[in-house]
């Protein structure tokens, strides 16, 4: 009997352990991505990559089902300088991208609906714009470099927090993050900039941002009433830090 017990103990650790580590599919809830598709299963679904997927041209994945996550497990959307690498158009909503890199398309992230989540994402080398998120949406981590025109774009009330943007912008309307209104942009590190490097419009807190190195152009540029505390902003070509406006709360910048 001891035996026994001890044949059983062992098999349910082994099976245990294979379960742990064997990827999770369709049958708990979680779908695979290997190709370029539209993602139209209900709402609440979750996807993971398994594996870098190439875009034969144009837009890569198309959400249109509310509140899906895609879990890219490090793995990239790779564009050729056309179309959307995850795009999701209003009203769908709270759309969450994780954990990976997109790279080479037009747009590489364009959310256009409330309440998106994205975040520890790359997006680099976009020919247009690296991400663009609807109303209420949080960026979080990401790293935003090399995109042409627009590094990172979110609308009303959203929050851009803990980011690393760089070398975005190829002329004087270039921005490399825009935060909408009512927004909160805390912690970032924008550098190397074309035209300017973070813009916020009124309403917003913009607290503890580093910008340096905007050339041409603008290291800071907010639409008062605003709050903007503890911001070092420096080595900008034509302003370092442009209040528009009246009624902003300003103390404790960096900026020469």
């Known amino acids: 009997m001891k ?7 062992c098999t349910i650790a082994f099976v245990s352990a294979l379960m742990s580590s064997s990827p999770v599919w369709a049958g708990d809830s979680l779908l695979p991505i290997d190709h ?7 709402d609440q679904s979750s996807y993971v990559l398994v594996k870098d997927i190439q875009s ?18 490090g793995f990239a959307l790779k564009g050729n300088g056309v179309g959307v690498g995850i795009v999701a158009a209003a009203p769908v909503q709270g759309v969450s991208i994780r954990n990976g ?11 256009a609906g409330p309440g998106n989540i994205v975040q520890n994402m790359h997006v680099d080398n976009n020919a247009d714009t690296g991400m663009f998120l609807g109303t209420s949406s949080l960026v979080e981590n990401v790293v935003a470099q090399g995109n042409q025109k627009l590094g990172i774009v979110v609308t009303t009330a959203s929050t851009v927090k803990d980011s690393i943007l760089r070398f975005n912008g190829n002329n004087p309307a270039s921005v490399g993050l825009s935060a909408g209104p009512g927004s909160t942009v805390t912690g970032n590190t924008i550098w190397g900039s074309i035209g300017t490097g973070l813009f916020a419009s009124a309403g917003s807190t913009v607290i503890g941002n580093t910008v340096l190195e905007t050339n041409p152009g603008i290291g800071v540029s907010v639409i008062c009433p605003s709050n903007v505390k503890n911001n070092t902003t420096t080595t900008s070509t034509q302003a370092n830090l442009v209040l528009t406006g009246d009624g902003c709360n300003v103390f404790d910048n960096v900026a020469p």
Do not use: W
């Open 36 to 42: 370029c598709q539209v993602i139209n299963v209900g």
């Open 56 to 73: 034969p041209g144009g837009t890569c994945l198309t959400v249109t089902a509310n509140h899906v996550s895609i879990d890219m497990r």
């Open 101 to 111: 890199t997109v790279k080479g398309f037009e747009t590489g992230i364009s959310l």
């Open 3 to 9: 035996q026994v017990g001890r044949k059983i103990r």
